[in-house]
């Protein structure tokens, strides 16, 4: 299968392009490496020496003989290219992971907040616009994410994946229908998540376009079989307070000796996913797409829920690190419940990899590892959802 996979350079794209070429797929990257530009900006660098994109695919062939070939193309800003790169490479797939993807950096400053929404939402709009006038039957794999739902909407009531059955009160009695699960989004990076729905049910069932919709929970983890064959593939690792996940956040404060950092009281249950079950639910999309004509077919992309303060005292177990509570600098409640439907992709055959199996070779591998890279300044969320929410600096000293 001919893919394109869009943000190939970045945290999830990378290890999905490798893992699908090594597969056998002819994988081209799209990315303008708008997240490498980033890191410039906030004046922080992945924890793990990732390298420039070309030597990452020249390592990439040397090791393995295997050609991914790399576009540098901005999807929100460079339509024409788009819509010309489609027609001329006739993708059986694409994998659309191109978007600014930190709710803290969509929340950092009135400019962040603008470009996460003409990014991300231009973007998607674009690449459906392009498969269109392309002509072609190509099916689309999109990441959307857990945040889309919002937490704690319907209690202890589980997520169904994407659709929810509504009961419509009519002057004839009761109609079920089915509709998109409300969306009740917690930042702007969330809330282009959410309107990246709607492009997807209009696309759908305008132009029949194929479309899946993974929502992913939080990402851990750092490596994949591909991505350790050489340090050269090794994949990014992000600590800071703006894109740094939870838990990888954690098993670096720990490996340097920083207290854990849990915003409020850490009652918020999260979803999660090790970055090696991330590249197999990207295949096994890729290999059970819609019909056309079907509506968007949504995946609850998760194997574990747990609450923050959970994964830090498991974490303080393991490592003897400390924990320090610190104000939320989010607007969320302080605790919730969340259960979470993920049939599909366990009924596909996902095996998925535990917390409890893959958190000492973290910790041992990369956190421990790179530590002397880890800027210490740049641990602690600077970004608040509302004026006057800042972190307190004293509280930050642990
Ligand atoms: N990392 C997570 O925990 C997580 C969780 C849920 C969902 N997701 C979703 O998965 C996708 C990938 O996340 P990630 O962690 O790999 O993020 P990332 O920032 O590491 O990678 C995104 C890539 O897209 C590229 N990109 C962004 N805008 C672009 C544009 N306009 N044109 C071309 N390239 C562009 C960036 O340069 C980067 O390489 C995102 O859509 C994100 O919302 C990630």
Redesign the pocket.
């Known amino acids: 299968m001919k893919v394109l996979v869009?943000?190939g350079?970045?945290?999830?794209?990378w290890p999905t392009s490798l893992h699908l070429s090594d597969i056998g797929h002819d994988v081209t990257i799209?990315?303008?490496?708008?997240?490498?530009a980033i890191d410039l900006e906030l004046e922080v660098d992945s924890l793990t020496p990732i390298r420039p994109i070309g030597e990452r695919i020249r390592v990439w062939k040397e090791l393995t003989g295997k050609n991914i070939e790399f576009v540098n193309?901005?999807?929100?800003q460079e339509y024409d290219r788009l819509e010309t790169l489609l027609i001329n490479e006739r993708p059986d797939a694409i994998v659309h992971?191109?978007?600014?993807?930190a709710a803290p950096y969509s929340m950092r400053d009135t400019r962040s907040k603008r470009y996460t929404v003409d990014?991300n939402v231009r973007?998607a709009h674009n690449v459906l616009a392009a498969i269109v006038a392309s002509g072609l039957d190509i099916a689309l794999v999109h990441?959307g994410?857990m945040g889309v739902y919002g937490y704690g909407w319907s209690g202890s009531a589980p997520i169904p994946e994407g659709y929810l059955t509504v009961k419509v009160p009519t002057p004839d009695g009761d109609i079920e229908r089915e509709i998109l699960h409300p969306a009740n989004p917690g930042s702007v990076y969330h809330l282009t998540?959410t309107l990246d729905q709607l492009l997807f049910a209009f696309y759908a069932s305008n132009d029949q376009i194929r479309i899946t919709d993974l929502h992913?929970?939080?990402?851990w983890g750092t490596q994949t079989p591909q991505t350790a064959l050489d340090e050269r593939l090794i994949n990014?690792f992000d600590y800071d307070g703006d894109y740094g996940?939870v838990l990888n956040r954690f098993l670096m404060q720990a490996a340097i000796g920083h207290p854990l950092t849990v915003h409020g009281t850490g009652g918020q249950t999260r979803a999660f996913i090790h970055i090696r079950d991330t590249v197999r639910c990207i295949q096994i999309a890729l290999e059970n797409p819609p019909a056309r004509g079907d509506k968007p077919m949504v995946f609850n992309q998760v194997t574990e829920t747990h609450r923050v303060i959970e994964l830090a005292q498991l974490i303080s177990k393991l490592t003897g690190a400390e924990v320090a509570l610190l104000p939320n600098p989010r607007r969320e409640a302080a605790e919730n419940e969340l259960n979470v439907s993920r049939d599909r992709f366990l009924a596909l055959g996902l095996n998925p990899t535990k917390l409890s199996e893959g958190l000492l070779e973290e910790a041992r591998d990369v956190a421990e590892r790179y530590r002397d890279r880890a800027d210490t300044t740049k641990i602690i969320a600077r970004s608040v959802w509302r004026q006057g929410m800042e972190t307190s600096p004293d509280l930050v000293e642990g």
């Open positions: 869009l943000g350079d970045g945290f999830c794209g799209v990315d303008n490496l708008s997240r490498r193309l901005d999807l929100a992971f191109g978007e600014q993807r990014n973007g990441l994410t998540k992913q929970g939080i990402v990014r996940t």
